[in-house]
DNA sequence: GATCCGATGCAATAGATTTGCATGAATATT
DNA sequence: AATATTCATGCAAATCTATTGCATCGGATC
């Protein structure tokens, strides 16, 4: 089954997930990769959902209207994980899925999974505070990234039974 | 590659994920699960191992010492997390790994993941705290769990390079 | 023009998990 | 006792996701 994109409005929801602000040639110019008409269309679709996407929803979503291949968007999404520029997620199904890396225009945030509807969302920023002091002081080794993932039920299917 | 188990010694490890005061038998019959030797086998190496565990490593594990099928393995640990008594760790890679789910004698704790050398580690209940008082006020769906993974490079890295 | 290189396509492969179907043991029903 | 039901398990095949090997092609370089 295909997690629904983004099916629960909530006024907790990060509206920075879409981004109108990125120019994805420049940031691609920045880490020295060309900027390829694929590798645009994979940030442009990424960086306008506003929910994290797998890689056979990048596909499919580019194929609608530029021809691609399924093997390029995955060289294109591990290029742009490892260049910082997207981030892979990891929802708890099979497939990963890929957002905006932080940067000026994103911060970090936690993603919300329901366990009955499989909808994801991404979370504000502001909503769920980690406090990492305690970890930076006696960790022992070094700290990159810190990823918050909230299961639960979401809205939809605490009313009304939800999809499926 | 597989996750080397539990390679980095440090004092915020949870000690508790062991677990010798478990008594596996009865926490199936609570489950209303007949308490089998393959689900008793697999409740074991899941609560005797000090870090979180893949479903083949799992079954390689009994099967050193027991014969089992491997689609078996799969089938009780499917049963077992829907029942509680075990947890599903999403850890990056595209396996998935298991836990025992907090009860009595398992606290809740967050992961750390070694982006060099893959290695995993509990990391103890009290290291991170995560404060979820604006989550729990504003979020209009229900929360069941929040998974914290903590990425970075751990010490084994950091000094002597890693392994491979 | 010859050569090199990076991006892409296509086919095959790999790895993890799931599904379909059969069996056999234990329990319940007639 | 014979029959039916249930459930755990095994085995083979299928499915889903991701990766790898090899060919091509266009642009940059020599
Ligand atoms: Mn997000
Ligand atoms: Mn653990
Ligand atoms: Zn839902
Ligand atoms: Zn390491």
Known sequence: MAAGPCTVANNLYCDQAMCEQCNYARLLKNADLEATANRLHVMEVVGGNNCPLTAAEIFHTISRTQPINQVTVYRILELLVEQNLLERITIGGRAAHYGMAPNEHHAPHPHFICTRCAAIDCLSPECLSVDMEN??????????????????????????????
């Open 135 to 164: 970890l930076r002081k006696t960790f022992s080794g070094e700290v990159e990234r810190v990823e918050v993932r909230v299961e639960g039920i979401c809205r939809n299917c605490l009313k009304g039974g939800g999809k499926k």
